[in-house]
């Protein structure tokens, strides 16, 4: 007969396994993320797989304390990833470059003499 504490203890294996396996597949993707909201939305889940790992720790140590430190974390999280959207945001304010057109000179301008380019 299989007792409770051996399914805990072959579950909670799994799921550091499994939280091992995102956490490579998260990491990937704030390296090589194409655009910087990928890049937040890995960082965001990775402070959710911190969460993760730091529950199955306490559910594996039995110490309880830890829950309480991954409930803080998912707060700072959240007003981490808060803060990252408004930083995005508050980019997409600033003047675009001058396109490429422009900024070659395109089209004929008028110089001070009257002649064009």
Request: hydrophobic share 55%; net charge positive; aromatic share 6%.
């Amino acid at each position: 007969m299989i007792t409770p504490a051996a399914i805990v203890a072959v579950a909670s294996s799994a799921a550091l396994v499994i939280l091992g396996l995102a956490l490579i597949l998260t990491v990937w993707r704030v390296v090589a993320g194409p655009t910087l909201p990928d890049r937040i939305l890995a960082l965001d889940m990775l402070t959710g797989i911190a969460i993760g790992f730091i529950s199955v720790i306490a559910v594996k140590t039995g110490f309880s304390l830890y829950i309480d430190i991954a409930i803080s974390l998912g707060l700072v999280g959240f007003l981490a990833t808060v803060a990252f959207a408004r930083f995005v945001l508050s980019r997409g304010n600033i003047k675009s470059p001058p396109s490429a057109a422009a900024a070659k000179g395109g089209g004929n301008k008028r110089r001070a003499g009257g002649k064009t380019r």
